[in-house]
């Protein structure tokens, strides 16, 4: 049995010592990939060499490292051998075994999708009729068209390309504050600095506009997908305001509102206005972005109504004079008094001329319905019923119980 690479991984440990040790216990390069660390204390009796020789064993294993150049030359004569004699006649006479080696080698992982596409490469080498010359030029083909990516070999050039052929949209940087800080030198001391605060920005109107002038842009908005991005994390807003992020945002929706974007679609020139319609998130998110308290035991936790929150509690039906609306918002922001109106600051999105905070409609269908109301509602449905005697507790039960809910769902306590 072949044991050049047991001879390799010890060689280059410089654990020269248990290459006899590994030969009397049969240990060679295929018994190698199934031992364990079990066994390997069983032969090597010091830790330290065991952890050394363990190391390059998992390598081994998961790809890391894929051997030497004489390990590549006996594994395409083995492919070569196979197939040939399964296959007949092949025209591989000579394989650049270094090559391949080492490109395997630069991987780190290799993933199962690699090792399946090498695989089905060279069995097709050896598998086909094609006559050689035309193998190698099919082969050339595939050189010559990874070699256009060439110009793209580092970011600076990728960006480039990009940029100049208007692929992408460059964001702009927004001063939003200024810091004070106080760093020491050995020259000088302590001394004052000022540090703008500032926020990467990419502009709406050019990203709508690239989008709608990019070929295929309508069909790929109907297949109904999601594009999501982080804008602002949370930790921004210890330095800088909710206004004034927002502020640049509004100065893009009030222009897309007032002259909207022009673009050619199909030889015609078509103008859009854009409006923002409403604004979606958790009561956390929207009570943030709309300068509402942010603490829901307040005495008016609502941003739809003034209820007191003892109100809240008890009420059933909508009770419209205590709805919030432009003229009381605008009283209570005077107020300056968050405590008794809910109000920490007015929201720059009041600016709009469309759309004002108390127009905002948008509930957080998790935390007030699947979270909020809707199990009391359905308790409440489920006693009138067994009152009623519609149903029994027992049926209901029994209902639970008896379904199907999938493989990936358990039954969890149901009775209650």
């Known amino acids: 049995m072949e044991r050049s690479e047991v001879n390799r991984i010890l060689q280059n440990l410089g654990l020269e010592q248990y290459i006899d040790t590994f030969k009397e216990n049969q240990i060679n390069d295929v018994s190698l ?16 060499h065991r952890a050394m020789i363990w190391s390059e064993l998992s390598k081994l294993k998961t790809g890391s490292v894929y051997v030497t150049p004489s390990t590549g030359v006996m594994f395409v004569r083995d492919v070569v051998e196979h197939e040939s004699n399964n296959y007949g006649e092949t025209f591989i006479d000579k394989t650049e075994s270094d090559s391949f080696s080492e490109e395997l080698a630069n991987v780190k992982v290799v993933m199962n999708t690699t090792v399946e596409k090498i695989v089905n490469f060279i069995t097709s080498l050896v598998k086909t009729d094609t006559p050689k010359e035309e193998m190698l030029l099919e ?17 600076y050039k990728l960006d480039k390309f990009l940029i100049e052929n208007q692929f992408i949209v460059m964001p702009k940087e927004i001063v939003l504050d200024t810091d004070i ?20 920005y990419v502009p709406m109107k050019n990203t709508i ?8 842009f309508f069909q790929i908005l109907e297949m109904n997908k999601s594009y999501n991005s982080e804008v602002l994390k949370t930790v921004d807003l210890k330095t800088s305001s909710v206004n004034s992020v927002l502020n640049q945002v509004v100065k893009e929706l009030k222009d897309l509102w007032s002259n909207g974007i022009t673009f050619n679609y199909n030889g015609h020139d078509l103008n859009f206005k854009i409006a923002l319609a409403q604004v979606s998130g958790d009561n956390l998110g929207l009570h943030t972005l709309l300068g509402l308290l942010k603490v829901f035991t307040a005495n008016y936790p609502c941003r739809r109504c003034k209820l007191h929150k003892n109100e809240c509690r008890k009420a059933t039906t909508e009770c419209r004079e205590k709805l919030r609306n432009l003229d009381n918002y605008e009283e209570d922001v005077a107020a ?29 269908i998790m935390h007030d319905i699947l979270e909020g109301v809707a199990p009391d509602l359905l308790l409440n449905t489920i006693n009138y019923f067994i009152k009623k005697k519609i149903l029994t507790l027992d049926k209901l039960n029994h209902r639970l119980e008896s379904f199907d809910y999938g493989r990936a769902t358990r039954l969890q306590n149901h009775r209650k």
């Open 336 to 364: 300056e008094d968050f405590p008794l109106t809910g109000i920490n600051f007015e929201s720059i999105l009041n600016e709009l001329p469309y759309l004002h905070v108390t127009q905002i409609y948008v509930f957080d």
């Open 33 to 48: 990939e199934s031992i364990g660390k079990e066994d390997l204390a069983e032969v090597v009796p010091a830790v330290g």
């Open 209 to 216: 506009l690239q989008l709608l002038s990019s070929p295929g």
């Open 181 to 200: 800080s106080f760093p020491t030198t050995l020259l000088t001391g302590q001394m004052q600095k000022y540090k703008a605060i500032t926020m990467q």
């Open 139 to 155: 082969i050339q083909k595939l050189k010559d068209m990874s070699s256009m990516l060439d110009k793209f070999d580092t970011r």
